[in-house]
């Protein structure tokens, strides 16, 4: 048999993926690095993972910026690590404006963990998109779960009142705040009350940690289940106070989601999410993939434009028109 490029591919995408089943660090990474180029070969690369076994808990941490979120993950790792689990650590970056990449990507909070055995850490620029994800998230869980991790971080880069897709890849998701930052009412506010499934008080030696507690523990009562009310746990990141509890939570709620019978409607809603995202993607690569849109009406729209002749969105109408959709 001729040796052909497609050839080549496929058995390069055989070894990565015999190395994933070793449990290869480095080959972990380079399937990590395709899935991120969102090619032809993420795509082959994504159908197999979908095919492997292999299922972790995943646990989401969200919250505004400066809350801690990295310092407690890494308490929180430390504490699995001790227990002798396997530990994942998915942490979504702002996108450097020039390089495209993270702006934290040497996870500098991380540092106490680092290295340690049993422990995997990858950082990934959010590029942009909405949630607090970058679309490759999923994909790099599934990734760590083919290798057995038994916990799985997945932090965001932040939230917003509509950021909260973590839900959707989290089994627990963790919302934490700060006291004096006022972000606890934010919370109370926003979207992500609704999807936290424990709230932490991060920081919790400063003034005003009672207040926020206090003003969570009084929210959550509204939104008690039959099944789960979401705790609101203090912590001190710093020295490690309140993580046992935290653990403790965590712990109670992985084991109520596999004893619930609704959590396959959970799963469901996750999976339609991501069909959602695949036909997303498919619409995008039809337009914007193979120069489709690089053409001389591009440029003539994109002047006139530039001389606000027309808007951007007129432009988009007159595009899809061109293609037959509008």
């Known amino acids: 048999m001729p040796v052909t490029k497609d050839l ?3 058995q390069d995408l055989d070894s990565l993926f015999e190395g994933l089943e070793k449990r290869d660090k480095r080959s972990a990474g380079l399937i990590m690095t395709l899935l991120e180029d969102e090619g032809p070969d993420s795509e082959a690369a994504l159908r197999r993972l979908y095919a492997m076994p292999g299922r972790g808990l995943v646990i989401g941490v969200t919250g505004w910026p400066g ?4 310092s407690l993950i890494g308490r929180l790792a430390q504490g699995f690590l001790i227990r002798r689990k396997r530990v994942g650590i998915i942490a979504i970056d702002p996108t450097s404006p020039s390089s495209g990449g993270g702006l934290l990507g040497d996870r500098v909070r991380l540092r106490d963990v680092e290295g340690a055995d049993g422990l995997f850490i990858r950082s990934v620029a959010s590029r942009g998109h909405h949630g607090g994800l970058s679309r490759s998230a999923r994909a790099f869980v599934k990734v760590l779960e083919a290798m057995g991790y038994d916990i799985v971080f997945l932090e965001t880069v932040g939230i917003g009142q509509d950021q909260v897709t973590v839900s959707l890849v989290a089994d627990t998701t963790v919302v934490v705040v700060a006291p004096g930052l006022g972000d606890h009412l934010q919370a109370i506010k926003s979207g992500v009350f ?10 919790a030696d400063r003034p005003g940690a009672d207040r926020s507690a206090l003003d969570l523990e009084s929210a959550v009562r509204l939104r008690q289940t039959e099944d789960w009310r979401p705790p609101v746990v203090k912590t001190v990141a710093a020295d490690g106070r309140g993580i046992e509890d935290l653990m403790t939570e965590i712990g109670r709620h992985a084991r109520l989601r596999a004893s619930v019978q609704g959590a396959p409607r959970v799963k469901a809603r996750a999976a339609e999410a991501e069909i959602t995202e695949a036909v997303k993607t498919r619409l995008l690569e039809h337009f914007c993939g193979r120069e489709a ?4 009406a591009m440029a003539r729209l994109a002047g006139e434009i530039c001389e606000r002749k027309i808007d951007p969105y007129a432009a988009a109408d007159i595009i899809l028109a061109e293609k037959g959709i509008l």
């Open 194 to 203: 609704d999807v936290g499934d424990i709230f932490v008080v991060n920081k």
């Open 8 to 10: 080549v591919k496929r």
């Open 67 to 70: 809350v801690g979120k990295s």
């Open 293 to 296: 849109l690089k053409s001389d």
